[in-house]
């Protein structure tokens, strides 16, 4: 290398667009300004600025339920949007095509550096260059001793440093290199980050996430496959013949509320105790499903990420025929107290079919405003200690009928009717556990058996998640590498001057972007200090002895 | 000692870290009052770049005797000060911990965050202050830890509180404190690149600016405090947290804004580390490129933290901590009105 300056990276500069192209120049020039550091730049601050959307705007991936309200919100943006992948940035057509740009512009640049390293590998160190004393790191001293003598002497001290070191015969000096590792590591980590992307987009591709709202109780277990999940999303290449063939049901829930300390009122200590077996016919286990602690069976993993009420409600019909019955999920709508809504149909419901929405109130307190007037009712606390429901009545087509898929926590109220008292108010009913109200007009009568609890058991399948993770701790020692080895060359010359005396220089070149004067001055005086101190022994054969035994 | 009197005690710590933080950034206001006037002579450092004399080489370039000592001395009371507050500060973090019950790590809500953060930051100054003649910074460290201590008071104080249950992992221990120091180099960094960018307008041969150390010198120690941090952040956000991230919610990388920030954040620093190395780029550019790291990493911290209700990292107030669990229901419940299976691409990981 003639420049001993030159860093590998200043061989790959974008250059300007050369007039006379014909079209393999044109490749190559494209080529070129792709795999350029400043592209590479470029690509890399383009990336940070397309995640910014998703983070600003709701993503159909993480919160569908926002995305419908900003839809709901902004009519005639919502379109415009949508053409714009702003709800699904991170599979859109213009994030991908930056960080392919990117994973392109990578590989460009690490397979020649690949190569140019090989070669460096095998390379002797560099030559001296002529004038020693002109780098920025030198010192020199003289001595009696004979220039060979030094040399042979800096050969023993640089290589107990763990340099390569080169001497050629006739050379008056003496040339080590070290810290190939730096580079090493860079490349490392540039590999890693595409392992990463593979074992990232294995995960996407052949996982899947699903969640099922289960019921404590042996007769509402699940067992894994695709028409027991409530939502269910599998990556595009996914093959429901992978999902592992478990099943599992909840016996208990348990959790404690704090009562006293700032944070009462909330719940910790979830705890969903489960049977589980691994395939049909193999042996019942026990696990204590908890957040932070999933449980995995084969490559899948099951998590317990949320609870709730379902009052037990059973509705019977004007012809005293039960219409409906079971528990039915609330949804909380207050985290802290969970009050909670939802919905229950009746749709066989005779003569007119039922249908009921309301909110549950697992510790039922009016509210009082400023004043002390009673206001709207509430929940005081999470814990069921005075459980209530509040119900009102539709009648007609609850939306059952027509078979479509309707949700089962909202009651569509199109074809409908609310049912009214008298004095035309809406008809409202107030249960507590065990207790009946019978519906006027001989509609039939709603009762308030008990009181269940739901989990949300989130169940995925991610393969590729080990291969990605040992891709990013990999990437991390690769790093570690290229950020803190210091690639560096030393140089020893002896040379015979006028008066007999021979004159030493050493020099120290730092190849790394970060060098550190204070090491490169520490390591040039170990040198030094080194190479006198052999020569003083060499003059005291008992000295010597001492500095042997000083480092043993 | 019981929960409330260590509570107290974090308390009374972190009121006395602050005096002692004030009385630190008097002494180094003294020390610079007195070099106000006296030009800058350029020595000759022993690798051959000109160092400017620094406070403590004041002695060597200072002519009167006088005003050599009195610098001197005031440099190093506010050095010991600085290293006192320190200390008061790090009993303020381990009272916090004790305090709780069960006693857990200091860092489970902003409050205590900010404390751990401004801590590494003085500790990582004093750490490196000697080896790497940063007696310059120690103004502008005190100053800026002395206000955004005084702000965390005022603004974001909580009592102590035990954790929620989402929180309760052993990788809260790791994944914070891999974000805490890199957090507290990054922002050593920014420090180090502003100065930087102000000294390379400025023309003055005396004041604080041209005490600095040379350009070159400056963009260096930015540098490793960025290569210190980056490594750091890179275990925090994207080994640890993903590995946190799984285990609470079933999915290593959900794409929630506090992840998508710490990404950007880690984008960012990684083109300012590619820039030092790109011709064109070096000096000025890479520093205005650290300058927009520290933005994105501390609007992840507080723009996040109070203007996104829909990240699960939302622990801003106190009421926020329970969110994490349960508002997480909103969402996959909700998505779960399209009852039946929905077969499709899954967009998160790609």
Redesign the interface.
Known sequence: MTDPLS?P??AR?ATALPIDLDARGLARWTWRQLTS??T??VL??L??LA??P??VF?????????VSQWRDNHPRLAPIWDRLDLF?V??SVWF?AIYILLMISLVGCIIPRLFVYARALRARPPRAPRHLSRL??STSYTTAAAPEVVLERATTVIRRRRFRVEWEDGSDAVAAERGHLREAGNLLFHLAVIVVLVG??I??LF???G?V?MFNGEEYGFSNN??Q????????L?DPAVMEPFSFSITDFDVEW?TE???AG?????VAHLDYETEPGAETQEYDL?????LSIGGT?V?L??H?YAPVITVRDGEGNVAQSGPT?F??TN??TFESFGVVKAADAQPTQLGLEGSFYPTFSMGRDSRGNLTMPGSAFGNAIDPLVSLQVYTGDVGLDDGS?A????LDKSRATQLLKEDGQPFRMDLRPGETVTLPDGLGSVTFEGLQRWN?I???R?PG?LI??AG??T??LG??GS??VRPRRLWVRARRQDDGSTLVEVARLDRS??????T??DELADVVAALQQDRQGEQDPSDQKDQREDMS | MIDAQWETLSNQAVAAAGVVYFLALLAYAVQWAALRDVPVRQLV?????PVAAGPGDAAADVPDEEVAHRTETAGRLGLLLTGIGALAHLVALVARGMAADPNRVPWGNMYEFTLAGTFVVVALFLATTG??RLSWLGPIVVGFTLCVLLADVLWLY?????L???L??Y?LVIHVVAAVIATGAFTLGAITSILYLLKARSTRQTGYLARLPELASLD?IS??MH?FG??VW??GV??SG???A????????????KE??A??TW??Y??Y?????????RGRNAAILALVGAA?LWFNFIG?NFF?T?SQHSYAE??G???S??????????????????????????
């Open positions: 860093r990276s200043d500069q550091m400043r590479a730049l890399l601050l990336l940070a995640s910014i998703g983070s709701p993503q159909e991936d993480v919160d569908s339920l926002a699904a991170y599979g991908s920025p790191e990232v987009a995960g996407s996982g899947y996430k969640g709202i695709l028409t999940y409530d939502d269910f999303a599998g990556g595009s996914f704090l300390g700032p944070q909330t719940a910790r200590k979830f908890r957040v932070n602690h999933p993993d998590f990420i949320g709730g999920v949804l909380p985290p802290q898929s949700s089962v926590y909202v949300k989130q169940i995925s991610t998640k990605a993770l990013v701790v990437a991390l790093l570690l950020l803190f972007s970060g060098g550190d004067p204070e490169g001055r | 450092g022993t690798d051959g770049e080896r790497w909580e009592p102590v509180a035990p929620t249950e989402a309760e992992s990788w260096r540098y490793r290569a980056f490594p890179t275990f994207l080994i993903p590995i946190w799984h285990q609470a919610w079933s999915s290593y990388w959900n794409w929630d804004p998508v920030w990404f950007i984008v960012v990684a083109a580390l590619h820039a030092r190395a790109t011709a064109g780029w994105t996040i996104s829909t106190g009421a901590t329970e969110r669990v349960v508002l997480r229901l909103a969402g996959p419940v909700e998505a779960a009105e399209e009852v039946g299976v929905v077969v499709g691409p899954d967009h998160a990981g790609t």
